[in-house]
C-alpha cells in the first residue's frame, strides 16, 4: 500500500466543444470491443432484498436500468450510499452480482446502487461520453439517500466515466477506482494494436476531447475527501505507475496486486481490496467530521 500526497498537475480541461463530443464519443465507441445487447438478470436470492429503478437523464433520453439494493444497518439507520459503477462488459449492472462487493458495503451500513451506463445492459447510449451519465446517476442517488454521505466505486471503464464526472459534481466524499486506466485510448493502444491508425486519427481530428479524455488533467481536480486506486501488476493495459501517477496527483492511496491481471485484483486479493475500499469512505466520511 502506498499514499501520496497531492502534487501541481494542470487544471482539468474543459469539455469538448458541443459539436465535437457527440462525434468523438461516436467514433469512440465504435472503436471499443463489440458487446451483445442483453436483458439483466435478477440478482441471485443472496442478494434480496433489492428494488429494480429507473434513474432519468433528462428529457429526451430514456432512463437507465438500476438495481437499489438497501443498507443492512443496525438500528434502521444506514451511514452512507455508494454508487457502484461497472466495467466495459455486456452484463453491465449484474456484474456486480459476484466478487462480495454489495454484501460488503450493504453489511457496513451502506445503501448500494448499481446502474447500467449507456450502451451496456439494457442501456441505451445518447450523444456524448458516459461522464453524464454518471452525473445522472450521482443525482438520483442524492434524491434517494438524503442527507446521507454519498461515495463513488467504480470498476475499469466505470471507473475511468467517475473519475471524469467527479471532477465537476460536488458532494461526493469518497472514491474508489479499480483498474482505471489515464486515457482509454491509451489502453487500447496496448490491447487492440490493430487500431492504433484510427486512434491516432482520433487524436488528431478531436483534440478537445482527446485531452478531455486524459485523467492525468484531471486528477488533481477530484470533488472528494479521500481516493484510491487499485490495479493489478499483470494488467497489459494499465502499467503499475499509471496508477501510483493517478493517486499521487489525486494524493490519494495506490494498491498494486502483483500477480493480477485486468479486473483480476478483486479476484486475487478479494479482501484487500473491499477492504481498501471501506476504509477509503470511513476516511472521507471522518474528514467531513473533522
Known amino acids: 500500500m ?12 474543459p469539455r469538448p466543444p458541443a459539436w465535437q463530443e457527440p462525434l468523438a464519443a461516436a467514433l469512440f465507441f465504435n472503436l471499443g470491443p463489440r458487446l451483445r445487447r442483453m436483458v439483466q ?8 432484498p433489492w428494488e429494480t429503478v429507473a434513474v432519468e437523464r433528462g428529457p429526451g433520453a430514456d432512463p437507465l436500468g438500476g438495481t437499489w439494493y438497501p443498507a443492512a444497518a443496525a438500528g434502521g439507520r444506514a451511514r452512507g450510499a455508494v454508487l457502484l459503477l461497472h466495467p466495459w462488459v455486456e452484463w453491465g449492472r449484474s456484474y456486480f452480482h459476484r466478487r462480495g462487493r454489495v454484501e460488503a458495503l450493504r453489511a457496513a451500513g451502506y445503501h448500494v446502487l448499481t446502474p447500467d451506463l449507456g450502451s ?3 442501456a441505451r447510449r445518447q450523444p456524448g461520453f458516459l461522464d453524464r451519465d454518471v452525473e445522472a446517476a450521482l443525482a438520483f442517488l442524492r434524491r434517494r439517500a438524503g442527507d446521507l454521505p454519498i461515495h463513488v466505486w467504480g470498476v475499469s471503464a466505470g471507473a475511468y466515466w467517475g473519475h471524469l464526472a467527479l471532477t465537476r459534481v460536488k458532494g461526493v466524499l469518497g472514491a474508489m477506482f479499480e483498474d482505471v486506466s489515464p486515457h482509454l485510448l491509451e489502453w487500447s493502444w496496448r490491447v487492440a494494436p490493430w487500431g492504433r491508425p484510427f486512434y491516432l486519427f482520433f487524436r488528431r481530428a478531436f483534440p478537445a476531447a482527446h485531452r478531455f479524455m486524459n485523467l492525468r488533467l484531471h486528477a488533481t481536480g477530484l470533488t472528494v475527501a479521500a481516493a484510491s486506486y487499485v490495479s493489478g501488476g499483470r494488467d497489459r493495459g494499465i502499467r503499475p505507475e499509471d496508477t501510483k501517477m493517478l493517486a499521487a496527483a489525486a494524493g490519494g492511496r495506490c494498491l498494486i496486486v502483483p500477480d493480477a491481471d485486468h479486473l483480476g485484483a478483486i479476484r486475487t486479493a478479494n479482501a484487500e481490496v473491499i477492504g481498501l475500499a471501506l476504509d477509503t469512505f470511513r476516511r472521507a466520511e471522518g ?4
Do not use: C, I, Q
Open 41 to 48: 438478470p435478477e440478482p441471485p436470492d443472496e442478494l434480496r
Open 120 to 122: 451496456f445492459g439494457g
Open 287 to 290: 474528514a467531513m467530521v473533522g
Open 2 to 13: 502506498t499514499y501520496f500526497r497531492p502534487s501541481a498537475f494542470p487544471s482539468p480541461p
